[in-house]
């Protein structure tokens, strides 16, 4: 076909025939691909997924979805989550994840080899970072894992006929486990919950009331509550303490602890955030003390910024076959690769980069503990080694020396948690001047109201610290003496946030512009309160719970009787209110309050500054809500009007057009006809036009409206007055704001100045404009009455004799009524 195509003379006929041959092999191209299809179709599945079908997508496609689900569609959205920092050391951990996939195909001898090398290398590094002699580790996942399998352990060396008789054995002696009230929330239920015991078998130890920090374990009561149990037939077997309590970073009296677990055969376990100065170079005694402990949990993630590493769980114990049962070792060489990523990280940062990292968050946390002690209105969570009281009545000296030394709090290093919280300045004055008081024990003295109002303040504080400085990774907490505080814990969010100084040094800053706010919030309440309650047609609700000034709620003044449709009417002028005050020019913020605990039907104002004119709020709200209930009134009567009118105004057009029917007659109606006699004896129809009045509810003839037009014709009439009673606002000033005291006194000083000088000008002018106006309405021959500036109704012409003659007598009344015009402005001058 090619070879008689270029045989032609013709090119553009063998330019057509290649046209038409690829033409032909498209069609049959598709036709072929569309039976393909059709006869894969036959063989599918219709219960398989879309992404599944077929033979796959390829890389491009799937790494997009990916990218897709992590950071979403939208860029602006995506840039406000918290990414974590992945530096290099991070490309090592998830280059160890990579590498434990490909090492897990390898024959089993190489495989056995190399995990084994890599399990005992990283055990091996981390005993002699954390000072943690002879110790085994157990890397896991949940880093509430470690614990669980500690207990295991320690239930199969307690209860040596455990692994054959099962729970049976539990039940003559059932084991205690004793967890501080400072420890994570969750953590007792979670193990017995693992292990299938029952919920008494674990006991919460209170913290300190009398001595030391209100979050260490107390001592002295763990003891009694140790012989109660012994007494009562069980087995304490376990005791979970802090080194570093999630709340305040506080660590527990870990070497009395363990003195105690000693002589009562029990394990100490330890866990905390304050583990990680382990590593640094002076550590202090308390948290030196967790190296004796039977075990510990470190996350190591989130210190050293490493994502997805495991957390470890360093434990002692002489019999590997119990630690095989409790599942803390495994024969299987694929499971000792967790230890791979950690591996590849510790060897990239060594020791310096580990003290480094660890010694950094600690630096931070005291550069923000400086600037918090310059702010009076700022309270840290400090341990305070002073007792409660000293009674030395009755006892021996000998008691009394041991009370002190009960009291005296080990040498403290400065935790790397930072929790802090605003309070009244009444009550740091008193927190202050109580020396022999813990600052919780005078916090728990404070009126309840006062004290939720606080934690509300602090929660807003803390969000709003949150927002502004996301790096910073402060969050807020609850606990249990203090209340709401905000918390800043480098080492665990330092290095996966990249925090900086100048990011503290700019949440400081952040703080220090924020308290003005909360304390003008705290002094405006009252009077907002009280300003509310003088107020007719509003009601104050009293919600502690809310950050800011405070919520109204406007009264509608209807008597319908159905409580729904009241409730209803309600709703709605609350919503109409609130749309018209945050349509308002001004700084505050009006919301509905909380999603879930709020009032209904309510307006809740935001935090405000010092300068708020409150009256002048209270007025507005007030003023809006009586507007809108007005109108909402209005529409409401408005249906009804308006159907009455339409059923008066068809009765009256019917009336009208049988009165039209009998003064015109039957023949007028006839189509041929009644034009007939239209042309020959026009007939003028006495039906008036009807208008309805909305405002009155009234239908009134249309004679008066067409006499409205017509003067509307001949001119426009004037504007009608209005008169708008708003307080005068100087350019740029926002809605409830207070005028400055100084711009007022110099505005009056330059009033008083010039007041002299401003009445005799006013007087000039008032004589002047009189002589000109009286001598301009005779100036015309021709001159016109004006109303209003608009209608000029003409006035005959007068001979020139009158005219000059009314001149002249204009003339002489201005010059008899000077003197008496001079007394008044005399009169004037004195008042």
């Given at each position: 076909?090619?070879?008689?195509?270029?045989?032609?003379v013709?090119?553009?006929?063998?330019e057509?025939?290649?046209?038409?041959?690829?033409?032909?092999?498209m069609?049959?191209?598709?036709?072929?691909?569309?039976?393909?299809?059709?006869?894969k179709?036959?063989?599918?599945r219709?219960?398989?997924?879309?992404?599944?079908?077929g033979?796959?997508?390829?890389?491009?496609?799937?790494?997009?979805?990916?990218?897709?689900?992590?950071?979403?569609?939208?860029?602006e959205?995506?840039?406000?989550?918290?990414?974590?920092?992945?530096?290099e050391?991070?490309h090592?951990?998830?280059?160890?994840?990579?590498?434990?996939?490909?090492?897990?195909?390898?024959?089993?001898?190489?495989l056995?080899?190399?995990?084994?090398?890599?399990?005992?290398?990283?055990?091996?590094w981390?005993?002699r970072?954390?000072?943690?002699?002879?110790?085994?580790?157990?890397?896991?996942?949940?880093?509430?894992?470690?614990?669980?399998?500690?207990?295991?352990?320690?239930?199969?060396?307690?209860?040596?006929?455990?692994?054959?008789?099962g729970?049976?054995?539990?039940?003559?002696k059932?084991?205690?486990?004793?967890?501080?009230?400072?420890?994570?929330?969750?953590?007792?239920?979670y193990?017995?919950?693992?292990?299938?015991?029952?919920?008494?078998?674990m006991?919460?130890?209170?913290?300190?009331?009398?001595?030391?920090s209100?979050?260490?374990?107390?001592?002295?009561?763990?003891e009694?509550l140790i012989?109660?149990?012994i007494?009562?037939?069980?087995?304490?077997?376990?005791?979970?303490?802090?080194?570093?309590?999630?709340?305040?970073?506080?660590?527990?009296?870990?070497?009395?602890?363990?003195?105690?677990?000693?002589?009562?055969?029990?394990?100490?376990?330890?866990?905390?955030?304050?583990?990680?100065?382990?590593?640094?170079?002076?550590?202090?005694?308390?948290?030196?003390?967790?190296?004796?402990?039977?075990?510990?949990?470190?996350t190591?993630?989130?210190?050293?910024?490493?994502?997805?590493?495991?957390?470890?769980?360093?434990y002692?114990?002489?019999?590997?076959?119990?630690?095989?049962?409790?599942?803390?070792?495994?024969s299987?060489?694929?499971?000792?690769?967790?230890?791979?990523?950690?591996?590849?990280s510790?060897q990239?940062?060594?020791?310096?980069?580990?003290?480094?990292?660890?010694?950094?968050?600690s630096?931070?946390?005291?550069?923000?503990?400086?600037?918090?002690?310059?702010?009076?209105?700022?309270?840290?969570?400090?341990?305070?080694?002073?007792?409660?009281?000293?009674?030395?009545?009755?006892?021996?000296?000998?008691?009394?020396?041991?009370?002190?030394?009960?009291?005296?709090?080990e040498?403290?290093?400065?935790?790397?948690?930072?929790?802090?919280?605003?309070?009244?300045d009444?009550?740091?004055?008193a927190?202050?001047?109580?020396?022999?008081?813990?600052?919780?024990?005078?916090?728990?003295?404070?009126?309840?109201?006062?004290?939720?109002?606080?934690?509300?303040l602090?929660?807003?504080?803390g969000?709003?610290?949150?927002?502004?400085?996301?790096?910073?990774?402060?969050d807020?907490?609850?606990l249990e003496?203090?209340?709401?505080?905000?918390?800043?814990?480098?080492?665990?969010?330092?290095?996966?946030?990249?925090?900086?100084?100048e990011?503290?040094d700019?949440?400081?800053?952040?703080?220090?512009?924020?308290?003005?706010i909360?304390?003008?919030t705290?002094?405006?309440?009252?009077?907002?309160?009280q300003?509310?309650?003088?107020?007719?047609?509003?009601?104050?609700?009293?919600?502690?719970?809310?950050?800011?000034?405070?919520?109204?709620?406007y009264?509608?003044?209807?008597?319908?009787?159905?409580?729904?449709?009241?409730?209803?009417?309600?709703?709605?002028?609350?919503?109409?209110?609130?749309?018209?005050?945050?349509?308002?020019?001004?700084?505050?913020?009006?919301?509905?309050?909380?999603?879930?605990?709020?009032?209904?039907?309510?307006?809740?104002?935001?935090?405000?500054?010092?300068?708020?004119?409150?009256?002048?709020?209270?007025?507005t709200?007030?003023?809006?809500?009586?507007?809108?209930?007005?109108?909402?009134?209005?529409?409401?009567?408005?249906?009804?009007?308006?159907?009455?009118?339409?059923?008066?105004?068809?009765?009256?057009?019917?009336?009208?057009?049988?009165?039209?029917?009998?003064?015109?007659?039957?023949?007028?109606?006839?189509?041929?006809?009644?034009?007939?006699?239209?042309?020959?004896?026009?007939?003028?129809?006495?039906?008036q036009?009807?208008?309805?009045n909305?405002?009155?509810?009234?239908?009134?003839?249309?004679?008066?409206l067409y006499?409205?037009?017509?003067q509307?014709?001949?001119?426009?009439?004037?504007?009608?007055?209005?008169?708008?009673?708003?307080?005068?606002?100087?350019?740029?000033?926002?809605l409830?704001?207070?005028?400055?005291?100084?711009?007022?006194?110099?505005t009056?000083?330059?009033?008083?100045?010039?007041?002299?000088?401003?009445?005799?000008?006013?007087?000039?002018?008032?004589?002047?404009?009189?002589?000109?106006?009286?001598?301009?309405?005779?100036?015309?021959p021709?001159?016109?009455?004006?109303?209003?500036g608009?209608?000029?109704?003409?006035?005959?012409?007068?001979?020139e004799?009158?005219?000059?003659?009314?001149s002249?007598?204009?003339?002489?009344?201005?010059?008899?009524?000077?003197?008496?015009?001079?007394?008044?402005?005399?009169k004037?001058?004195?008042?």
């Amino acid at each position: 076909m090619e070879t008689s195509l270029e045989k032609m003379v013709d090119p553009t006929l063998a330019e057509m025939g290649r046209n038409l041959n690829e033409a032909m092999k498209m069609l049959e191209d598709s036709q072929r691909e569309a039976e393909e299809e059709r006869e894969k179709k036959k063989y599918a599945r219709k219960d398989i997924p879309g992404p599944l079908q077929g033979s796959g997508q390829n890389m491009t496609a799937i790494l997009q979805l990916v990218q897709n689900l992590m950071h979403g569609e939208d860029e602006e959205e995506s840039q406000s989550h918290r990414l974590q920092n992945v530096g290099e050391q991070g490309h090592m951990s998830l280059l160890g994840h990579s590498l434990a996939a490909y090492i897990s195909v390898l024959d089993k001898e190489r495989l056995r080899k190399l995990t084994t090398r890599i399990l005992s290398d990283t055990t091996l590094w981390l005993c002699r970072l954390f000072r943690y002699e002879n110790g085994s580790a157990y890397y896991h996942e949940d880093d509430r894992e470690g614990l669980l399998k500690v207990c295991k352990l320690i239930i199969h060396s307690n209860y040596e006929d455990y692994a054959t008789e099962g729970f049976n054995v539990l039940h003559n002696k059932p084991p205690v486990l004793y967890i501080s009230a400072a420890c994570r929330t969750g953590l007792g239920q979670y193990i017995c919950n693992q292990l299938g015991l029952p919920i008494s078998c674990m006991c919460s130890v209170p913290c300190n009331t009398m001595f030391g920090s209100q979050h260490q374990m107390d001592v002295a009561l763990l003891e009694r509550l140790i012989k109660d149990d012994i007494e009562c037939g069980k087995l304490p077997v376990l005791l979970v303490a802090n080194a570093g309590t999630p709340g305040a970073g506080h660590t527990d009296k870990l070497a009395r602890l363990k003195e105690l677990c000693n002589q009562y055969k029990m394990w100490l376990h330890v866990e905390g955030v304050n583990l990680a100065t382990l590593t640094l170079g002076y550590v202090s005694s308390s948290v030196l003390a967790a190296t004796k402990c039977d075990s510990m949990t470190l996350t190591l993630g989130p210190w050293l910024g490493l994502p997805a590493v495991p957390a470890v769980t360093l434990y002692r114990h002489e019999d590997p076959s119990l630690s095989l049962a409790a599942g803390l070792t495994t024969s299987q060489p694929v499971e000792k690769l967790r230890a791979l990523p950690l591996w590849l990280s510790l060897q990239y940062l060594g020791h310096d980069g580990i003290v480094n990292r660890i010694k950094y968050a600690s630096q931070l946390s005291q550069r923000l503990l400086e600037n918090l002690r310059k702010l009076s209105s700022i309270r840290t969570s400090e341990v305070i080694t002073k007792p409660k009281e000293l009674t030395f009545t009755g006892k021996s000296v000998g008691n009394i020396l041991g009370n002190i030394l009960l009291a005296i709090v080990e040498d403290e290093f400065n935790s790397p948690v930072v929790v802090f919280r605003f309070i009244q300045d009444h009550q740091k004055s008193a927190l202050d001047g109580a020396q022999y008081q813990t600052a919780a024990v005078q916090e728990s003295t404070k009126d309840s109201n006062e004290r939720e109002i606080d934690d509300a303040l602090n929660r807003w504080l803390g969000e709003q610290l949150g927002q502004l400085v996301p790096t910073s990774g402060v969050d807020v907490v609850e606990l249990e003496d203090e209340g709401v505080c905000i918390r800043f814990s480098p080492l665990m969010t330092a290095a996966v946030l990249n925090t900086t100084p100048e990011h503290v040094d700019q949440l400081a800053k952040c703080l220090k512009t924020k308290i003005p706010i909360l304390i003008s919030t705290l002094q405006l309440r009252e009077e907002f309160k009280q300003e509310v309650y003088r107020t007719a047609g509003l009601t104050y609700i009293e919600d502690l719970n809310w950050p800011g000034l405070g919520a109204v709620r406007y009264e509608a003044s209807s008597e319908e009787p159905d409580p729904e449709k009241q409730l209803l009417a309600m709703e709605k002028i609350t919503t109409g209110l609130l749309k018209k005050l945050k349509e308002l020019d001004s700084d505050l913020i009006f919301s509905t309050g909380p999603e879930f605990e709020g009032e209904k039907n309510c307006i809740y104002v935001g935090m405000v500054t010092d300068n708020l004119d409150v009256p002048e709020l209270v007025e507005t709200i007030a003023a809006l809500g009586r507007e809108i209930e007005e109108s909402s009134k209005l529409l409401e009567n408005m249906t009804e009007v308006v159907r009455k009118g339409i059923i008066e105004a068809e009765q009256q057009l019917q009336k009208a057009n049988e009165a039209r029917l009998l003064e015109e007659g039957l023949l007028r109606q006839l189509p041929v006809v009644g034009s007939v006699l239209n042309w020959l004896s026009p007939v003028h129809s006495s039906v008036q036009g009807r208008s309805f009045n909305l405002a009155g509810g009234s239908l009134e003839s249309t004679d008066k409206l067409y006499a409205l037009k017509a003067q509307a014709s001949e001119g426009s009439p004037p504007p009608t007055p209005t008169i708008i009673h708003t307080k005068h606002k100087s350019p740029g000033q926002k809605l409830f704001r207070r005028s400055s005291r100084t711009s007022a006194s110099d505005t009056v000083s330059e009033t008083s100045m010039g007041h002299t000088e401003e009445m005799e000008e006013s007087q000039t002018i008032t004589e002047t404009t009189r002589l000109e106006g009286e001598n301009e309405v005779h100036k015309s021959p021709t001159s016109s009455v004006q109303l209003n500036g608009d209608l000029e109704f003409p006035r005959p012409p007068q001979p020139e004799g009158k005219a000059g003659g009314t001149s002249n007598d204009t003339k002489v009344a201005h010059q008899t009524s000077e003197p008496a015009e001079a007394e008044e402005l005399e009169k004037e001058d004195l008042r």
